[in-house]
């Protein structure tokens, strides 16, 4: 490591109030925009996230107008006369290749997440091989919504099929909810002047109050690894840094919150070609806690689900213990036997 940066701890929701208040000032805003219309207006394109935060504040703002940027609908909408400098582009933009979803793993894990998915439910997912796995299991239900934070390639098919349409939703019926777009070119024409894709601020669509007016949402959120109490590691084991927490503690409680909301946390039993368990005993020191034991309602592996939510400590061990890799239960059971004995557990 070089040294060049810091990593702040930041729900992706707080980063507008961050800009917006000063906390983290902003000198410069590099954007990168579709062509304006004839009334002068651009859009944000691909992502809102919190640029609208940085037009309002930052003291320069320079934006990239790419011919290839398609004009996305929602709170996208930024005036040429708020922006300072202009750099005219048409360039091809960049482009997330198709995730290879055929992993026999993942595939359970799908398979046993897509039965926890009833007709006219509302989901949030990412991208990767889980979210790609589930989604090929719902080609039986009916009447799906969206409300995300990233909207991916892995959905089309859904929409295509008429399986995802909004028609159920509680809030923004009919439309699709998200913050940013990723994927391939396929994906960016799709959204181009769509208007069933609404790109709203973060602070939206990751808004705990706002997730939680989806009746029947359900939250699927990956992990690195838990322990048997609950407590679910997603940005960093240990010290080590792998990503950020996006908006996992945001979408969990806000499905939660919802009516009929399910709150799933999923991940592969093992790692390392099944030489380590994912399902451990106790995260190693300085590991930083993505969603609290608080918070978890469903853990699913490849082995199963298991429910927490109301559990004691001792119930809840039992219920990870059995969707934890057959080779390591007797492992588990005995760490944590031998952890909390003292605390009379």
Do not use: W
């Not at 995300?148 to 509680?170: M, Q």
């Amino acid at each position: 490591m070089e040294g060049r940066g810091e990593f702040t701890p930041m729900a992706f929701s707080l980063q507008p109030r961050a800009v917006q208040s000063g906390i983290i000032p902003v000198d410069v805003y590099l954007g990168h925009v579709s062509p304006p219309d004839d009334e002068g207006y651009c859009t944000f394109g691909l992502s809102v996230d919190f640029a609208r935060s940085c037009v309002e504040n930052a003291k320069l703002k320079i934006v990239q107008v790419n011919r290839s940027m398609p004009r996305t609908c929602g709170e996208t909408r930024v005036h040429v006369s708020e922006l300072d400098y202009f750099v005219e582009a048409d360039t091809p933009l960049y482009e997330l290749p198709l995730i290879d979803s055929s992993d026999p793993v993942v595939d359970k894990i799908g398979a046993n997440i897509a039965d926890m998915i009833a007709d006219g439910s509302t989901l949030q997912m990412g991208q990767g091989k889980i979210p790609n796995a589930i989604l090929k299991c719902l080609t039986d239900k009916r009447d799906l919504g969206i409300h995300t934070e990233v909207f991916s390639d892995n959905l089309l098919p859904l929409i295509e099929a008429g399986i995802i349409n909004g028609s159920k939703k509680t809030i923004n019926q009919g439309k699709i909810i998200s913050t940013f777009i990723q994927g391939t070119r396929r994906l960016y024409d799709f959204a181009d002047g769509n208007d069933m894709i609404q790109l709203r601020p973060v602070s939206y669509t990751n808004h705990v109050g706002i997730i939680a007016q989806n009746d029947n949402m359900v939250a699927i959120n990956s992990a690195l690894q838990v322990d048997l109490t609950g407590q679910v590691a997603a940005d960093g084991v240990g010290p080590r840094q792998y990503s950020g927490i996006g908006g996992q503690l945001d979408f969990i409680r806000g499905a939660a919150m919802a009516k009929n909301g399910k709150p799933i946390i999923a991940l592969p039993a093992t790692a390392k070609k099944g030489t380590v368990s994912r399902i451990v005993a106790c995260h190693p020191a300085a590991t930083p806690i993505a969603t609290p034991r608080n918070d978890v309602f469903y853990v699913v592996t490849e082995y199963g689900v298991a429910t927490l939510f109301g559990k004691c400590l001792r119930e809840r061990a039992k219920a990870l213990i059995h969707i934890a890799a057959p080779q390591f239960r007797e492992d588990l059971e005995r760490e944590f036997f031998e952890i909390y004995k003292k605390a009379g557990i």
